[in-house]
């Protein structure tokens, strides 16, 4: 390799750096808003599970909705959660090989495949399994009328016997370093009061238990899909931008490197070209 390759391939370089560095100041804006819209929306979807589980054990058998309906599994409906754009580590890996596990182990049932990203349709097309509804460029308009509409749809085909559960797919946001695949049911619904929403005291239901139960189980399940769509575009960016950081480093010490090698390279086409110029001198004295 020739010093102008070299200098090519340095020049290279310090162009992907400056690319990868403007990258991760992108990702890193974008994640302090992606993280305060998730850990606003927690505390409502804790307490919401929370209310709807008091509710449901305090009236066994007295209260009902067609969302909360259990019947035999034949058919499913996989609602995977990704992202449009690449250059994000692990964060779309982690959801393909989480769907793949998944599809695998519900091989004996019609699973319906939706996405909501372009890079899980992407790599679940290319592995033959079909995409019966895809949702490009949701995370470009992310707000709760798109999880609105997605549930929505979920509820209508679930609702009319289409699929007898619904199960959604999606990376969790946990830190900026860390994001794992979350796996939920969505429908039927289950409430679930994990502690961080518990609500204190009794309840007094107004106009009735039924009544609220109708009003508050499409907007707790609406609620858990935009959620999931926060968690998944937080955690998104937290991916991104590690992996951004690691290639501006990675790139820092290849420009190192080559720059070490220039160096050495041209010290010796100069020593080189010293030597003959002594040997010329030499034999003409001769």
């Known amino acids: 390799m020739g010093l102008r390759d070299i200098r090519k391939r340095i020049k290279s370089v310090k162009n992907t750096r400056q690319i990868t560095k403007a990258m991760k100041m992108v990702s890193a804006a974008k994640l302090r808003k992606a993280q305060d819209n998730v850990i606003a929306a927690r505390p409502y979807a804790q307490t919401l599970d929370a209310v709807m589980a008091q509710l449901l054990s305090k009236e066994p058998g007295e209260v009902s909705h067609p969302l909360l309906t259990r019947r035999e599994v034949k058919r499913i409906e996989f609602v995977v959660v990704s992202s449009d754009r690449g250059l994000a580590g692990g964060f779309n890996s982690n959801i393909t090989r989480r769907a793949l596990k998944f ?49 929505a749809e979920l509820s209508e085909r679930f609702l009319s016997g289409q699929v007898d559960a619904v199960f959604f797919l999606f990376n969790e946001f946990v830190s900026a370093i860390s994001q794992v695949p979350n796996l939920q049911q969505l429908l039927p619904f289950e ?96």
Do not use: C
């Open 191 to 286: 409430p679930k009061a994990d502690g961080g929403g518990k609500p204190a005291g009794e309840y007094a239901y107004e106009p009735s238990p039924q009544a609220v139960l109708e009003k508050l189980v499409p907007q707790a399940v609406t609620v858990k899909v935009y959620r999931g769509l926060l968690e998944s575009f937080a955690a998104e960016h937290a991916a991104r931008m590690a992996a951004m950081e690691n290639a501006t480093k990675n790139a820092g010490e290849m420009i190192g490197t080559l720059t070490l090698f220039y160096n050495r390279t041209r010290q010796a086409l100069i020593t080189k070209e010293l030597m003959e110029i002594v040997s010329g001198a030499e034999a003409l004295k001769g």
């Open 103 to 151: 599809l695998a182990e519900h091989a004996k049932h019609e699973v319906f495949i939706t996405t909501v990203g372009r890079k899980a349709g992407d790599f679940l097309r290319g592995r033959g399994y079909p995409i019966r509804k895809d949702w490009p460029g949701a995370f470009g308009k992310l707000g709760y009328a798109t999880a609105e509409a997605i549930t």
